[in-house]
């Protein structure tokens, strides 16, 4: 039988949950609510620090709350906030960083700013990763699970996805597809909307290549690269994606294709580039070193600017395509290595080397231990690009020992989902 309580929502923490309290002042944790909201949850887990609950009713709602875009909210997986305006999102999420920060013992000299807004609340994601059951069915996980809830139509996704999407699940393939197959990537091309997907194999045997053949020519899809553990495979051929930039004083393209890392949200992505610009100020004649540099998403238009950048990238892939985007964009004086960061960071200390201004932007692990390695490597200033606040408060802390930290800018990349994006700037002391 499960045990169910009622209580008043007092804010909304990192990870998206309502939190609150019992009467014997035990913290209870809670999806799909709102600040001053009454509930009824009913206790999934307990911890020894607190309860997991999930939400059975709202008995007082917030004036906050909204009809959710999505019939599938609350028990989808990926958003969770979509119950509330997107303005109130923004301040949600102003609140989770200052209070992260807060505890972390890492707050800015300027005051965090609300986050910047993305330009499209909606349709904006350009890559989906979908799930596939044995019979088929496709979607996402549920919350907390790995139950999966079927869609044909995702509203943060871009149209060209959606339709791709549509098409693969009146198909009829989707059973055969799911014999060797367990995750389908969806990729938009910010540029021209070509949609290229990835098969995630479950095991060794491919699909025929009568099915990818039909996949190709009857769901849209301009090319497919088939993936088990570290082995890939293209048909036809590699698709490239493209987006365009326009900064202040240069226009350019970036291409890369599926095996390289890029922001899924390139309206923002054009504005995060901007705000990185504008920290690092003048950048002609400096030199820069950009750690996980992808395919030169910072590293061109900085070099564009005259900064002769190291970028460092431990995907060849990643490090070919931003070998090609300096070519086609005139660059002669940077470099693109591949190497593990951590190690190349160690070198970097042991030879003493030096760099006006470092740039990273670290997958969700964040820098780790190397962070005590990046605050030998002597910078006047640190440009911390980071989507998970948990692991930038670690790495900060260490950082802060001998940088100053000057400000903390929240950057929207995932409306409706609890995920904050954030550009910290360092200063040396």
């Not at 044995?134 to 996402?140: A, E, S």
């Not at 002609?284 to 460092?312: E, H, Q, W, Y």
């Not at 030879?351 to 605050?375: C, N, W, Y």
Request: charged content about 20%; proline content about 6%.
């Amino acid at each position: 039988m499960q045990t169910e309580h009622t209580l008043e929502i007092k804010k909304i923490i990192a990870g998206g949950n309502g939190m609150g309290h019992l009467d014997d002042g035990m913290v209870v944790m809670t999806p799909f609510v709102l600040p001053g909201e009454r509930v009824n949850v009913a206790k999934l887990k307990q911890f020894s620090g607190h309860i997991q609950a999930t939400t059975l009713s709202i008995k007082q709602p917030s004036p906050q709350r909204c009809p959710p875009l999505c019939p599938q909210f609350g028990t989808c997986g990926g958003c969770s906030l979509q119950h509330t305006p997107y303005s109130n999102q923004l301040a949600i999420k102003q609140e989770i960083l200052f209070e992260t920060l807060i505890r972390g013992h890492v707050l800015p000299e300027k005051k965090i700013p609300l986050p910047l807004p993305s330009p499209h609340s909606e349709e904006y994601r350009y890559k989906i990763r979908l799930h596939l059951a044995k019979n088929g069915r496709i979607g996402f996980h549920k919350m907390q699970s790995h139950a999966l809830v079927s869609i044909t139509h995702c509203p943060l996704a871009a149209p060209a996805l959606n339709r791709v999407l549509l098409n693969l699940s009146a198909s009829g393939l989707l059973p055969e597809i799911a014999s060797s197959c367990n995750q389908i990537e969806l990729i938009c091309s910010p540029k021209d909307t070509t949609v290229a997907a990835t098969l995630f194999l479950s095991e060794t045997r491919q699909p025929s290549r009568t099915l990818l053949e039909t996949m190709l020519s009857i769901i849209n899809l301009k090319g497919l690269m088939l993936q088990h553990k570290r082995q890939t495979m293209f048909i036809p051929k590699p698709i490239l994606l493209r987006q365009s930039f326009s900064t202040a004083t240069h226009h350019y393209t970036l291409q890369w294709d599926n095996r390289s890392f890029f922001q899924i949200n390139p309206q923002q992505n054009q504005q995060l580039i901007d705000i990185v610009l504008t920290a690092a100020g003048t950048v002609a004649g400096k030199k820069i070193l950009d750690l996980f540099c992808g395919m030169g998403n910072f590293s061109i238009p900085l070099a564009l600017r005259g900064a002769r950048v190291t970028g460092v990238e431990l995907n060849k892939n990643a490090v070919a395509a931003a070998r090609t985007n300096a070519r086609n964009a005139e660059i002669h004086e940077s470099k693109f290595i591949t190497a593990d960061v951590s190690r190349y960071l160690r070198q970097l200390a042991n030879m003493q080397s030096r760099f006006d201004i470092v740039l990273l932007d670290p997958p969700r692990k964040g820098l780790g231990h190397a962070t005590e390695v990046l605050a030998q490597i002597p910078a006047e200033m640190i440009v911390y690009i980071s989507c998970d606040l948990a692991t930038l408060t670690r790495d900060l802390k260490t950082l802060v020992k001998k940088y100053r930290l000057m400000s903390v800018t929240p950057i929207d990349m995932f409306p409706h989902t609890h995920h904050i994006e954030c550009v910290a700037v360092l200063e040396k002391n």
